[in-house]
C-alpha cells in the first residue's frame, strides 16, 4: 500500500516537473521558431491560400475537446476541380511541410496553452473515440503529444493497433527519462524522414477498429 502511494506520489511530481518543462520548452521554441513559422505562413498562404492555419477538434486528456493548430498542408476541397480526396488535395509543398513536421510548428501553442505536451499520445480525430476499446481509451489519461513512442517506433507507418499498445505503454511507463529518450529518437526520425504516410495512403490511414483491422492484417 505504501509503495502504490509512493509511486502515485512520484508520477504526479514526475507530471508536475513535465508540465513545467513544457511550459519553458514551448516558450522558447516560440521564440527561435517565430521567423520560421512567419515564413512558413506566408507560403502556405500565397501556395495554399487562406486559411494558414488548419484547426481541428481533438480529444485531449480526459477526452476535453481542444482546437487543434497546425499549417494547412492540403488545398480545399472542390468538387468542380476534382479536389475532394487527400490524394488529390495535398501539393508537392504540403508533402515538404509534413515530411519535415513543419506543419506542427504552431502546435506549440496547443503546448502552452497546457492542451498537449511535447511527449505523449498523438491527438487523434473524435471521431475514433466510440471505436476504442475502453483499455485503448486509457491513453487520453495524459496529455496528447507532438511525439510519443509511437511515432518514434514506425509513425504512420506503424498499424494502428501497435500504434494504440505503444500509447498504453506509455501511460504506465512515463518517466521523464522516457520522455527525453523519444525527444531525441524523435529528431532521428524527422531527419531522415520516417514513417511519414501510412502504407498506400499520402498521409495516416483511417481507424476502423482493432478488432476490423487486425481481423484484416492491416
Request: positive net charge.
Amino acid at each position: 500500500m505504501e509503495d502504490t502511494i509512493m509511486l502515485s506520489t512520484s508520477r504526479a511530481a514526475s507530471l508536475r516537473v513535465k508540465r513545467l518543462l513544457d511550459i519553458v520548452l514551448a516558450l522558447i521554441g516560440l521564440t527561435l521558431a517565430s521567423p520560421v513559422m512567419l515564413a512558413v505562413g506566408l507560403l502556405v498562404a500565397v501556395k495554399l491560400g487562406r486559411p494558414v492555419i488548419f484547426r481541428q477538434s481533438r480529444p485531449g486528456r480526459d477526452t476535453q475537446l481542444f482546437e487543434v493548430l497546425k499549417f494547412r498542408s492540403m488545398l480545399e476541397v472542390d468538387e468542380e476541380r476534382g479536389l475532394v480526396s487527400d490524394e488529390e488535395r495535398l501539393t508537392d509543398f504540403g508533402r515538404i511541410l509534413r515530411s519535415t513536421s513543419l506543419d506542427e510548428l504552431p502546435s506549440l501553442v496547443n503546448i502552452l496553452r497546457g492542451e498537449m505536451s511535447f511527449v505523449g499520445p498523438r491527438p487523434t480525430l473524435a471521431r475514433y473515440l466510440e471505436l476504442f476499446t475502453p483499455e485503448e481509451r486509457r491513453r487520453y489519461e495524459v496529455r496528447p503529444g507532438l511525439t510519443g513512442l509511437a511515432q518514434v517506433r514506425g509513425r504512420n507507418g506503424l498499424p494502428w493497433p501497435d500504434r494504440l499498445r505503444s500509447d498504453i505503454e506509455y501511460v504506465d511507463n512515463f518517466s521523464l527519462l522516457l520522455d527525453l529518450r523519444i525527444m531525441l529518437r524523435t529528431i532521428v526520425v524527422v531527419l531522415r524522414r520516417e514513417g511519414i504516410n501510412a502504407p498506400g495512403h499520402v498521409c495516416a490511414d483511417q481507424f476502423r477498429g482493432t478488432a476490423v483491422m487486425e481481423t484484416a492484417g492491416a
